[in-house]
Each structure stands twice: as structure tokens, then as C-alpha cells.
């Protein structure tokens, strides 16, 4: 969008107001709003001031202001404002250097896209997230001192088939069963139909959505690929969009990876390819499952780099609740053709060139995009500079193998604290071209730390079952 076409379009629909939105480091969209008189030609150039000290991740109080300057082709309908409102993604801008900002996750996101081009083997990187979620109709939950509890409830939740309240509760879905029967099991059909009419209006291309496993409104609504920074913009605004459909319907949404216990998480699925002049370079028609070299190397440096890359892919503490054996959780660092129980699998739906990809399974969708998506690429990069072999792919179940056979199997970490660990052991591979700076990783790391502490401090429930009469 031109800012001849922007200003054409507040005339037309009347519009007064503008939406500001940039990402803080955990992955969260923050806003401020403004007149649509403030959007002039000093704007695109200088920014609006904010305060960066009150962002996640970003700056001390003696050094907070900071300035935003948003991206005119970010430019779309607001799709959850009951005023007609024009929303902008922005980038965050240093006041004093007048640089891009280091922590701003938007700015990683371009860097990585630069980085990948300075290889002169590649151009273009392009992303496919499955971000999956649950729509729930009831959540509550506290802790203080003296108590703790949360509680979780869904029509389709299979332990209200007992209910005599309200509602039928005949159709409720089994464990596991969730993917994907029709109505009346599905209760959520129309409201993903206007989650994705939603999306489609600001642009953003959907191939399908639908139920999945778990029972009580587990989801997935799949987005057509895209490049590496426009997918982290669309996947944000992907959330935007589900979490305030959900809202209009008076049920809520999350991306939470481990909700329910029992039942399988929600994780998010990134599929992932390198191109050159037009060209994937994954695709070779005599390679194992049509992959070239290229491709079979960038799988050895996610898999080399896997336990790293999880303090960005897997970055909570609930994360790890997905990422035990048993739940379709891809927690066996090995690859395959097909098989979903590898940590990295190779779709066998097509053998069209330019659908060859690899899928990388371990991370979930509170993973910050813009930072998740750089660390696989700087990964996959850094394998194929190195040409670290993934070794022979696996084809047979990883959860069926002999307790002497999974003893030799290299896994995701079991814990956020030991993603930590690894991600200060193997940070170099993230600083290559600038692309992460120490300073990002030193302030994600204490951010994390102090979320591991949090829950570590706490008691749990469980533990009153476990210990309490002993």
C-alpha cells in the first residue's frame, strides 16, 4: 500500500482513528491508539514516542523512551475494532542512534531475512506455521498464599457427558477423538468459518481449518505460506483475530500448549523451505523422500541445535507439559519421511517441486514468531555451512522403540530450565551476521529464568495429593 492509496482509503470509509501495534519480546501485540490526523508524512519518517521501559524486554527507566515507526504495508481493516479503524504494524526505532532497535523481535525477523541473502545461496525463506489452539466456554483460575486452582470447562468437554445442566451433553468428544468428526460433536465450525473470513479480510490466505485431537474445542485453522517476517506479522495478527472471534461469542481462546491434562497440547508445527531464484533448493527428485543435500543439511543443524532452539520454540514453562512421549509430541530428535513422531518430518503429499519442505514439530504457538523463526533458520543455516548430516532417517514409531533402543535417542530438553541451559551452552549459531545480539539473548534467558522461578516457588495442587498425609 502506497500512502497515496492509505489516504484514499481513510477518505472513502470516513475513517478517524489508527491503530499502532508492535510486538513486545515474549511475542505479545501491544497497541496505543491514535487521531488519524496524527498519520502525516512525519510519521513514516520519525515515529511516536513511547515508553520503553514499560515493555517486557525492552529498556531501563533511565533510558525509556523509545519511538515506533509503522509499516505502511502492514495497512488493514482493523478486524476486531467496533470503530472503523486502520491498524499498523510498527517497527521500534532508538531514539539517539535513530538504528533499529536490538530487542525489537521485528527487527531480528528482517535481519535473519538479510542474513539468509548475504549466504548467496538462498533469497528466500518461506514459512508455514500450524498454530493450534483451544476455545474454551469457561476458564477461572488464582493463586495466592493460601490457594491455588484453575478450572476449565467446554460443551464438548468429554467429562460432561454426565451433565444433566442445560445442553444436551450426548455429543461430547472422547479423549483423544477430537480429530475431526462433523456436528453435532464439532460445536465450533462457524465460529473458525468466521475466524477465517476474518483473516481472508486482512489478507490473509487460509487453506483449511478444523478440529483437532483433544476434546474441549482443540483447533487449527492452517495459513498459506508466506516469507519469513510477513508470516511472524500474519501469525500475530492470526491470534488477534481468533482470541477476539471468540470473545464476540462469549467463549475465550488460547494458545496455551498444555491446558488439559490427559489429552493432547496444542503445539505449532512449522513447516519451512529455502529458495534461489525461483527454485527450492529442498527438492531433489533422486534424494531420500525427494530432498536434496541442501535440505537433509539444514534438518542436521535443527536437530544439532534442537535443545537450543527450544528456549524460542518451546518458551514456557507449560511448554514441556506438551513435550512428553505418548500425545503425538515430537520429542525424539530424529527425522523422517511421513512419520509424525519425528521431531522433523518430511510431508510426502506431493511431489511437486515446490511443495518439498520440512516440518518442524517441537514448537508451540506461544513461541514469539519473530523470534522463533529466526533461530530454525539461523539452525538449518549454520548446518548447511557446517554440512552436519542428520545421519540415517528414522521410519519406525519413536514411541514404540525397546527401553535400550530410546536410551540412545537424543531428546528435547524435559524442562524450560534445561532449554535455558543448552541455549547458554549454543548460543553462537544465533550471532552469526548480527542477526541476534548478546544482549537479546542475556534479557530473553533472564526473562525466562524468572519463569521458571515463579512456578519453582509455587506449590502445586498435585503435590497436596502426593505428600500432604504422609
Given at each position: 500500500?502506497?500512502?497515496?492509496?492509505?489516504?484514499?482509503?481513510?477518505?472513502?470509509?470516513?475513517?478517524?482513528?489508527?491503530?499502532?501495534?508492535?510486538?513486545?519480546?515474549?511475542?505479545?501485540?501491544?497497541?496505543?491508539?491514535?487521531?488519524?490526523?496524527?498519520?502525516?508524512?512525519?510519521?513514516?519518517?520519525?515515529?511516536?514516542?513511547?515508553?520503553?521501559?514499560?515493555?517486557?524486554?525492552?529498556?531501563?527507566?533511565?533510558?525509556?523512551?523509545?519511538?515506533?515507526?509503522?509499516?505502511?504495508?502492514?495497512?488493514?481493516?482493523?478486524?476486531?475494532?467496533?470503530?472503523?479503524?486502520?491498524?499498523?504494524?510498527?517497527?521500534?526505532?532508538?531514539?539517539?542512534?535513530?538504528?533499529?532497535?536490538?530487542?525489537?523481535?521485528?527487527?531480528?525477523?528482517?535481519?535473519?531475512?538479510?542474513?539468509?541473502?548475504?549466504?548467496?545461496?538462498?533469497?528466500?525463506?518461506?514459512?508455514?506455521?500450524?498454530?493450534?489452539?483451544?476455545?474454551?466456554?469457561?476458564?477461572?483460575?488464582?493463586?495466592?498464599?493460601?490457594?491455588?486452582?484453575?478450572?476449565?470447562?467446554?460443551?464438548?468437554?468429554?467429562?460432561?457427558?454426565g451433565n444433566g445442566e442445560g445442553t444436551n451433553a450426548g455429543y461430547t468428544i472422547p479423549h483423544k477423538q477430537g480429530y475431526f468428526p462433523v456436528?453435532?460433536?464439532?460445536?465450533?465450525?462457524?465460529?473458525?468459518?468466521?475466524?477465517?473470513?476474518?483473516?481472508?479480510?486482512?489478507?490473509?490466505?487460509?487453506?483449511?481449518?478444523?478440529?483437532?485431537?483433544?476434546?474441549?474445542?482443540?483447533?487449527?485453522?492452517?495459513?498459506?505460506?508466506?516469507?519469513?517476517?510477513?508470516?511472524?506479522?500474519?501469525?500475530?495478527?492470526?491470534?488477534?483475530?481468533?482470541?477476539?472471534?471468540?470473545?464476540?461469542?462469549?467463549?475465550?481462546?488460547?494458545?496455551?500448549?498444555?491446558?488439559?491434562?490427559?489429552?493432547?497440547?496444542?503445539?505449532?508445527?512449522?513447516?519451512?523451505?529455502?529458495?534461489?531464484?525461483?527454485?527450492?533448493?529442498?527438492?531433489?527428485?533422486?534424494?531420500?523422500?525427494?530432498?536434496?543435500?541442501?535440505?537433509?543439511?539444514?534438518?542436521?543443524?535443527?536437530?544439532?541445535?534442537?535443545?537450543?532452539?527450544?528456549?524460542?520454540?518451546?518458551?514456557?514453562?507449560?511448554?514441556?507439559?506438551?513435550?512428553?512421549?505418548?500425545?503425538?509430541?515430537?520429542?525424539?530428535?530424529?527425522?523422517?519421511?511421513?512419520?509424525?513422531?519425528?521431531?522433523?518430518?518430511?510431508?510426502?503429499?506431493?511431489d511437486n517441486p515446490k511443495a518439498k519442505r520440512i516440518e518442524f514439530r517441537p514448537p508451540d504457538p506461544l513461541a514469539n514468531p519473530y523470534l522463533?523463526?529466526?533461530?530454525?533458520?539461523?539452525?538449518?543455516?549454520?548446518?548447511?555451512?557446517?554440512?552436519?548430516?542428520?545421519?540415517?532417517?528414522?521410519?519406525?514409531?519413536?514411541?514404540?522403540?525397546?527401553?535400550?533402543?530410546?536410551?540412545?535417542?537424543?531428546?528435547?530438553?524435559?524442562?524450560?530450565?534445561?532449554?535455558?541451559?543448552?541455549?547458554?551452552?549454543?548460543?553462537?549459531?544465533?550471532?552469526?551476521?548480527?542477526?541476534?545480539?548478546?544482549?537479546?539473548?542475556?534479557?530473553?534467558?533472564?526473562?525466562?529464568?524468572?519463569?521458571?522461578?515463579?512456578?519453582?516457588?509455587?506449590?502445586?495442587?498435585?503435590?497436596?495429593?502426593?505428600?500432604?498425609?504422609?
Amino acid at each position: 500500500m502506497t500512502k497515496e492509496q492509505l489516504a484514499q482509503l481513510i477518505k472513502d470509509r470516513n475513517i478517524r482513528i489508527v491503530d499502532l501495534k508492535f510486538v513486545d519480546l515474549p511475542g505479545l501485540w501491544q497497541h496505543f491508539t491514535v487521531p488519524v490526523a496524527e498519520v502525516d508524512d512525519n510519521i513514516w519518517i520519525h515515529g511516536l514516542g513511547f515508553d520503553g521501559s514499560s515493555i517486557r524486554g525492552f529498556q531501563k527507566i533511565e533510558e525509556s523512551d523509545m519511538l515506533i515507526v509503522p509499516d505502511i504495508n502492514t495497512a488493514v481493516l482493523d478486524p476486531a475494532t467496533e470503530q472503523t479503524t486502520i491498524s499498523l504494524v510498527c517497527d521500534i526505532v532508538d531514539p539517539i542512534t535513530k538504528k533499529p532497535y536490538s530487542r525489537d523481535p521485528r527487527a531480528i525477523a528482517k535481519k535473519a531475512e538479510a542474513y539468509l541473502k548475504s549466504t548467496g545461496q538462498f533469497d528466500t525463506s518461506y514459512w508455514g506455521p500450524e498454530a493450534e489452539f483451544f476455545i474454551f466456554d469457561d476458564v477461572r483460575f488464582d493463586q495466592n498464599a493460601h490457594s491455588g486452582y484453575y478450572f476449565i470447562d467446554s460443551v464438548e468437554g468429554a467429562w460432561n457427558s454426565g451433565n444433566g445442566e442445560g445442553t444436551n451433553a450426548g455429543y461430547t468428544i472422547p479423549h483423544k477423538q477430537g480429530y475431526f468428526p462433523v456436528a453435532p460433536y464439532d460445536t465450533l465450525m462457524d465460529i473458525r468459518t468466521e475466524m477465517v473470513l476474518a483473516m481472508k479480510d486482512v489478507g490473509i490466505d487460509v487453506e483449511a481449518h478444523h478440529h483437532e485431537v483433544a476434546t474441549a474445542g482443540q483447533c487449527e485453522i492452517d495459513m498459506r505460506f508466506d516469507t519469513l517476517t510477513k508470516m511472524a506479522d500474519k501469525l500475530l495478527m492470526y491470534k488477534y483475530i481468533v482470541k477476539n472471534v471468540a470473545r464476540r461469542h462469549g467463549k475465550v481462546a488460547t494458545f496455551m500448549p498444555k491446558p488439559l491434562f490427559g489429552d493432547n497440547g496444542s503445539g505449532m508445527h512449522c513447516h519451512q523451505s529455502l529458495w534461489k531464484d525461483g527454485q527450492n533448493t529442498f527438492y531433489d527428485a533422486k534424494g531420500y523422500a525427494l530432498t536434496s543435500e541442501t535440505c537433509r543439511y539444514y534438518i542436521g543443524g535443527l536437530l544439532s541445535h534442537a535443545r537450543a532452539l527450544m528456549a524460542f520454540c518451546a518458551p514456557t514453562t507449560n511448554s514441556y507439559k506438551r513435550l512428553v512421549p505418548g500425545y503425538e509430541a515430537p520429542v525424539n530428535l530424529v527425522y523422517s519421511a511421513r512419520n509424525r513422531s519425528a521431531a522433523c518430518r518430511i510431508p510426502m503429499i506431493s511431489d511437486n517441486p515446490k511443495a518439498k519442505r520440512i516440518e518442524f514439530r517441537p514448537p508451540d504457538p506461544l513461541a514469539n514468531p519473530y523470534l522463533a523463526f529466526p533461530a530454525m533458520l539461523m539452525a538449518g543455516l549454520d548446518g548447511i555451512e557446517n554440512k552436519l548430516d542428520p545421519g540415517a532417517p528414522l521410519e519406525r514409531n519413536t514411541y514404540e522403540l525397546s527401553a535400550e533402543e530410546a536410551a540412545q535417542m537424543r531428546t528435547v530438553p524435559g524442562s524450560l530450565a534445561e532449554s535455558v541451559q543448552a541455549l547458554e551452552e549454543d548460543p553462537d549459531f544465533l550471532l552469526r551476521g548480527g542477526v541476534f545480539t548478546p544482549d537479546v539473548i542475556e534479557t530473553w534467558i533472564g526473562l525466562q529464568k524468572e519463569a521458571i522461578d515463579a512456578v519453582r516457588l509455587r506449590p502445586h495442587p498435585h503435590e497436596f495429593a502426593l505428600y500432604f498425609g504422609a
